[in-house]
């Protein structure tokens, strides 16, 4: 395999209250984008991951998802703001 990810380094960036209650809204938001699209590619709900049937077990809502299932959305909600943060860009409400 010839491909090594290289995210932009985020370690420095800390996000103060504000912005991690940001990342929940955009956590929650990742899965609900997710979903719409999944619903609109014919999948629907299942118990167990079924690609051939179109199952998938993660169409529900945020409040239902495990959260082992919510940290993969909040992994990728903190690591888009934090790389908006270390591109020098300023996040305001």
């Not at 609109?40 to 179109?54: A, F, L, M, T």
């Amino acid at each position: 395999m010839s491909y090594y990810p290289a995210p932009i380094d985020t370690s420095a960036i800390a996000l103060d209250e504000p912005l991690a209650d940001l990342m929940e809204v955009v956590a929650r938001n990742t899965h609900e984008v997710w979903a719409m699209q999944r619903l609109s590619d014919g999948w629907s709900y299942g118990p167990h991951r079924n690609d051939e049937r179109k199952e998938h077990p993660g169409l529900v809502a945020y409040e239902e998802l495990s959260e082992s299932e919510k940290d993969y959305d909040r992994v990728v909600a903190q690591q888009v703001i934090k790389t908006i943060l270390a591109l020098g860009f300023c996040i305001k409400k």
